[in-house]
């Protein structure tokens, strides 16, 4: 079915035209994505199909049964409520529910305590709150939104939401939206404010979704994998490619490769339709003023098509500049904040041509690494010492604070006018040429800092940055709230640094085009968080990372063989010959002796898990704190057999 249409949808901003006569819409299962620059528009489309904003021209026409959830890039959650009730509110009528027999069951409880055996009409009341609950599938929500919440990174259930950060909102928000039983996903950036591993894990889920969904990201993996069909903005108006992302970077490459080739076809056209209308009379350029109307559009399509075309390609080699013997030194390093360890005994000195990317979960304390290398934060143990002839650019998650009355051009002047590369005839590389490189079009030079979107300010807070030519740069989180386009950007402008390059990025597209080596927060064996170093970009670190599991499963397994240890004779020495030769014979054995027990437990987990299942829904418990033992129970039962179903399938 038809989820909604768009027709003729326009829309301005401070007399700028932003959509022009825009239509489309979406079916059942589709997964469509958004693309386009910084501005273009994408999510101003995004909250007109979403009704959070009006169009100038145009109608929204939702199919009646079709419902949706909106994910906005800021989310709006209540502040009182705490973190758990405020994912189970994606389902009201069965959150209502079980707050009510959370009532029922303490009034009961109350009553009782007093000796006040006149209870039936409460009785009456769970009798049909249970039916209810049983209808509604409501037992085990509180279940699912805290498996939901713990899969995106937030354990934190009980607290209240005005006390979480902006990335935990985030978070939460979207555990909601998933939570949520509606027939249409709109996600503005949902993979924000995650960690990789929580990343996969949304994308695994959107993936194998029935659900339509539509969504904007520049997490190009991600976007990959989940789409059926990519819409991108360019110039007000919408084209739609099907397929995923890679499908639209083939068709895309050609469409470009045929605007090329049209480019000069219109340049000959265009020059003899300007001799003609400079030549022609007066008289003969009023009764052809069709012709001539017909040549301006020609002079327009063609400053289309060069814009489009032409970049100026620049041969850089920034980042090159004197950097003596030291950059910076960091030794055993520590810190913990609050009591919490965030890193041990961490060394790093860093030299030109270093291409590091830093991985961990959130909250592990990268950017926390990146302050103390930087020199704003103490460490707690060891030292850092910063080299006399270092220049650190560094860019942060926050915006950067510019001057809302400078305009374009001048915001990035007030850093330099120009990076003098050093190498070659074109070895200055000016303003205005960073500002064409990171797709800022010329007419946008002149317009203030206020009028940008919260996008186009960041990528100018990057050029700021990047102008000050530094042989060292930092960028955490580079890639949030930046298109792809300028993505791009960034990625060729990294090719030709020749400095120390440190990221913290959860990006893997980004990580595997721009870095050499990763650097992993992970607990060693006494439990201390040490940054563990893997050569390689994001997808090699992977790799490794799962042949280090796949040998500790092995090794595991061989551990589980090895007779015990005695007196070797030569009796013994034989019988470990004979053992040897038959080696694979008794894995097998082995192997299917494990999967027998798995299969007990899995069955006897089952035989739980129906158990815990159908005591939650029968609506014999009347203690709530009775109820949340067994449904954490039933978490437990649900996680473990996730796990035992993996060893099984991996053993068979």
């Known amino acids: 079915m038809t989820i909604f249409s768009v027709t003729g949808i326009s829309k301005s901003y401070n007399d700028i035209l932003i959509l022009n006569n825009i239509s489309f819409g ?9 693309i386009g620059l910084n501005g273009v528009g994408k999510t101003t489309l995004m909250r007109i199909v979403a009704g959070t904003e009006e169009p100038d021209e145009g109608t929204v026409a939702f199919n009646k049964e079709a419902t949706f959830e909106y994910l906005s890039q800021i989310p709006a959650l209540n502040d009182d409520d705490n973190v758990l009730d405020a994912v189970m ?6 959150f209502r529910l079980l707050h009510r027999y959370a009532e029922l069951c303490a009034i009961l409880d109350n009553l009782t305590a007093q000796g006040n055996t006149n209870t039936d009409d409460v009785h009456h009341e769970l009798h049909d ?76 889920r959107l993936v194998s979704s029935p ?13 990959d994998a989940v789409t059926t069909r990519i819409v991108e903005l360019e110039r007000g108006k919408l084209i739609s490619f099907p397929g995923n992302y890679e499908n639209y970077v083939e068709r895309k490459s050609m469409i470009t490769a045929n605007e090329e080739a049209t480019a000069d076809h219109l340049k000959n056209r265009l020059r003899t339709e300007l001799a003609w209308i400079k030549t ?14 017909w040549v301006k559009n020609l002079q327009e399509e063609q400053e289309r098509l060069r814009e489009a075309t032409e970049l100026k390609q620049i041969k850089i080699e920034v980042g090159t500049q004197f ?5 910076i030194d960091a030794v055993n390093i520590s810190k913990a904040i609050a009591g919490k360890p965030l890193f041990h005994n961490f060394t790093y000195k860093a030299a030109k041509g270093d291409r590091i990317g830093i991985i961990g979960p959130n909250g592990s304390g990268k ?3 990146l302050n103390i290398l930087v020199g704003e934060i103490e460490p707690d143990t060891g030292t850092v010492k910063i080299g006399s002839t270092a220049r650190i650019g560094y860019f942060r998650q926050e ?6 009355t400078l305009s374009v051009l001048a915001a990035v002047r007030e850093v330099a006018e120009y990076i003098d590369t050093g190498v070659g005839r074109d070895r200055f590389l000016t303003a205005k040429d960073m500002l064409q490189r990171f797709n800022f079009p010329t007419h946008q030079f002149g317009s203030l800092v206020g009028n940008l979107s919260g996008g186009e300010r960041r990528r100018l807070g990057l050029l700021r940055v990047l102008m000050n030519n530094p042989n060292i740069l930092i960028l955490d989180e580079p890639t949030n709230d930046f298109d792809i386009q300028t993505l791009n950007a960034l990625e060729e402008y990294l090719q030709f640094f020749h400095g120390a390059l440190i990221i913290v990025s959860h990006d893997r597209a980004f990580l595997d085009r721009s870095v050499e080596f990763i650097y992993s927060f992970e607990p060693n064996d006494e439990g201390l968080v040490q940054i563990k170093q893997y050569p390689g970009n994001y997808s090699a670190y992977l790799e490794k990372k799962e042949l280090k599991q796949e040998t500790a499963r092995e090794a595991e397994k061989t551990a589980k063989q090895q007779p015990p240890k005695n007196i070797l004779n030569s009796a013994s020495i034989e019988a470990s010959q004979a053992e040897t030769l038959q080696t694979p014979r008794k894995n097998k054995y082995q192997a299917a002796k494990e999967r027998e027990s798995l299969e007990k437990r899995i069955e006897a987990h089952e035989k739980r898990k129906v158990e815990l299942e159908t005591l939650l829904s029968s609506g014999e418990i009347t203690d709530y704190k009775a109820l949340k033992e067994f449904s954490d129970e039933l978490t437990t039962i649900l996680t473990e057999l996730d796990d035992f179903t993996l060893q099984w399938l991996e053993l068979s």
């Open 367 to 369: 950017s926390t690494l």
């Open 280 to 293: 022609g009379a007066r008289a003969q350029r009023k009764k052809q003023k069709s012709r001539v109307d």
């Open 89 to 94: 509110q994606s389902r009201p009528t069965a």
């Open 26 to 34: 979406m079916e059942s299962g589709e997964h469509v994505g958004i």
């Open 323 to 327: 950097a003596g013997g030291q950059l």
């Open 399 to 404: 915006s950067s604070d510019i001057s809302p």
């Open 211 to 223: 659900r339509a969904i539509l969504l904007i990201t520049h997490d190009r993996y991600f976007l």
């Open 129 to 204: 709150i249970n039916r209810a609950l049983d209808n509604e599938g409501a037992w085990l929500l509180e279940t699912e939104a805290k498996t939901m919440l713990q899969k995106l990174g937030v354990s934190r259930f009980d607290e209240r939401i005005g006390n979480l950060s902006g990335g935990l909102k985030k978070r939460v928000a979207l555990a909601k939206t998933l939570m949520s039983d509606v027939d249409l996903l709109i996600l503005d950036e949902p993979t924000n404010h995650l960690d990789a591993d929580s990343v996969q894990w949304l994308q695994d």
